[in-house]
Each structure stands twice: as structure tokens, then as C-alpha cells.
């Protein structure tokens, strides 16, 4: 599964951002999908995570309430709309995936195998 991130950009603090993570491979469906971040100085972090399905999601506090996770398995291509962006949300933001035995599963038993480049959010105060 090969994964490209994109949609990140400049932003002012209270404004949206959509980020798009396209996939290829046949495995994608087969697939959760997560967003990570990674600010300067600090350890990459959990965003939020979705199941194969699209039925099962997770978010951390940090997302709670200001972002959504979606995706098209038609198009294979998983979504975070972000809103209410704020400067703390500056980051690299990036798409993994790991494939799940069970449709509803959010989070992989193996972890997330595979990894996007990565995307530049920043959010101006």
C-alpha cells in the first residue's frame, strides 16, 4: 500500500483545512487508516483513526470536536476535515495505514505498516 498525503498549507488560527490521503495497492480496503501529526521538537502523536469500514472511528482530545475523519474506499482515499484550527495544531501531518482482520477494527493489531510523506500544516495566530 503506498500512501501521498496532501492539502496541508498555511492557515489562520479558527480557519479549516481539508487533508486528503490518496492510496494505491489492493489492499487498501482491507486497510484502518490513521493521521499522525509531528510538530517541531516533539514526538509524533496519534490525530485520529478509522476502520476499513468507515464505522469505527477513534480521536484523540486533540481532535475531538474540530476534526473528521472519512474515507472513500471507491476512491481509496481517506479524508481530515480540520476546523477551528489552532496554532498548537502546526504540524507535519501524516496518513498510515494497517491492514485489520475484522471491518469495524480502528486500530491495527500489528500497528500501521505503512506511511505517507507526510504534509505541512501551519496555523498562524
Known amino acids: 500500500v503506498q500512501l501521498q498525503a496532501s492539502g496541508g498549507g498555511l492557515v489562520q488560527a479558527g480557519g479549516s483545512l481539508r487533508l486528503s490521503c490518496a492510496t494505491s495497492?489492493?489492499?487498501?480496503?482491507?486497510?484502518?487508516l490513521g493521521w499522525f501529526r509531528q510538530a517541531p521538537g516533539k514526538k509524533r502523536e496519534s490525530v485520529v483513526f478509522?476502520?476499513?469500514?468507515?464505522?469505527?472511528?477513534y480521536y484523540t482530545d486533540s481532535a475531538k470536536g474540530r476534526f473528521t475523519i472519512s474515507r472513500d474506499n471507491a476512491r481509496n482515499t481517506v479524508y481530515l476535515q480540520m476546523s477551528s484550527l489552532k496554532p498548537e495544531d502546526t504540524a507535519v501531518y501524516y496518513c498510515?495505514?494497517?491492514?485489520?482482520?475484522?471491518?469495524?477494527?480502528?486500530?491495527?493489531?500489528?500497528?500501521?505498516?505503512?506511511w505517507g510523506q507526510g504534509t505541512q500544516v501551519t496555523v498562524s495566530s
Open positions: 498510515a495505514a494497517g491492514p485489520t482482520v475484522y471491518s469495524d477494527s480502528y486500530y491495527p493489531r500489528e500497528g500501521f505498516p505503512y
Open positions: 495497492g489492493r489492499t487498501f480496503s482491507k486497510c484502518a
Open positions: 478509522i476502520s476499513w469500514s468507515g464505522t469505527s472511528t
